[in-house]
């Protein structure tokens, strides 16, 4: 039935914080596979709160971008670093990019679409080309990322895209936008 677990599928949770009324999307520590009446235990499950500019709503016109690779300036990314997807100046997607959890190692960032719900307006249309920004852990710092290919978005889309990289600029700056003229 559509909707449902089978078997082999890894669920996925969320946590209620009654203080907020909000839903976060969780970590848990084991992927067990599910099974018709099986009980598997986890440890523990993992809050996973987006980083600030990263912050968006679920919509009924899911996209998925995956990433074979993703690195800043040549280094891989760290599974404390976290990966946003943009309409202009709205983020209308994010993962956390731990690769341990992801299938394969290939990670998705999830690209929501204008649905015609008030808390999806400037979300992505068909055509449009998501942008993606970075947000690195360690230096608690925000950049710009650069997609090895532009696909544009549609409903249902699941579009798979080998880099998405942080470059300096010719300033030196990581994600910058300043770059010699030809």
């Not at 919509?59 to 599974?79: K, Q, R, W």
């Not at 719900?117 to 360690?138: E, R």
């Not at 990322?145 to 880099?163: F, H, K, Q, R, T």
Request: hydrophobic share 35%; glycine share 8%.
């Amino acid at each position: 039935t559509e909707g449902y677990m089978m078997t082999g599928d890894v669920p996925t949770f969320k946590i209620f914080d009654a203080s907020e009324g909000e839903y976060h999307d969780a970590t848990a520590s084991d992927n067990i596979p599910w099974t018709n009446m099986g009980m598997p235990f986890i440890d523990s499950l993992e809050n996973l709160v987006a980083p600030t500019l990263f912050s968006f709503e679920t919509s009924t016109l899911p996209a998925a971008y995956f990433f074979t690779s993703a690195t800043i300036d040549g280094t891989e990314l760290s599974p404390d670093d976290w990966v946003g997807a943009f309409n202009g100046e709205v983020c209308v997607g994010a993962r956390k990019w731990d690769t341990s959890q992801c299938s394969n190692g290939v990670c998705d960032v999830p690209v929501m679409g204008e649905d015609n719900y008030d808390w999806t307006a400037g979300y992505m249309q068909s055509g449009d080309i998501p942008t993606f920004m970075v947000f690195d852990y360690s230096e608690n710092d925000y950049y710009d990322a650069v997609a090895s290919e532009n696909i544009p978005w549609e409903n249902l889309g699941m579009n798979i895209i080998d880099d998405l990289n942080v470059f300096p600029d010719c300033s030196g700056d990581l994600g910058g936008t300043a770059w010699e003229s030809d």
